[in-house]
């Protein structure tokens, strides 16, 4: 198991962005699929974001959809969520995944995912 380290959270006013980013070794990084996960307390842990191999393909829940964009940095071994025109929906802890083997799965099953970091928390006020 290889850990990922998640930044960038914090308390944000509706209508706010932020940019969580996710670092972790370069290997990680040349996985299938990198996607992003949140949970609220007393919830289960649901999908938000996912991008392929390649960077070619992502793919995004109807909660986020045309608000957050994924994306990868590959010289820089890190991934990150770009989350505009935030809501109180969106209040979560926000976890980095990486898929390092094949699938045919959807993206959004978390199971398919092996390696998580520690999550860092995003919390919206109204």
């Known amino acids: 198991q290889v850990l990922l380290a998640e930044s960038g959270g914090g308390l944000m006013q509706a209508g706010g962005s932020l940019r969580l980013s996710c670092a972790g070794p370069?290997?990680?990084?040349?996985?299938?699929?990198m996607a992003w996960f949140r949970q609220a307390p007393g919830q289960e842990r649901e999908f938000v974001a996912a991008?392929?191999?390649?960077?070619?393909?992502?793919y995004y829940a109807d909660a986020v959809k045309g608000r957050c964009t994924i994306s990868r940095d590959y010289a820089n071994n890190a991934a990150y969520l770009q989350m505009n025109t935030l809501k109180p929906e969106d209040t979560a802890n926000y976890y980095c995944?990486?898929?390092?083997?094949?699938?045919?799965?959807?993206?959004?099953?978390?199971?398919?995912?092996?390696?998580w970091g520690q999550g860092t928390q995003v919390t919206v006020s109204s």
């Open positions: 991008i392929t191999w390649d960077g070619r393909d992502t």
């Open positions: 995944a990486v898929r390092m083997l094949g699938s045919n799965d959807p993206f959004s099953d978390r199971s398919t995912y092996e390696y």
């Open positions: 370069g290997r990680t990084f040349h996985a299938q699929a």
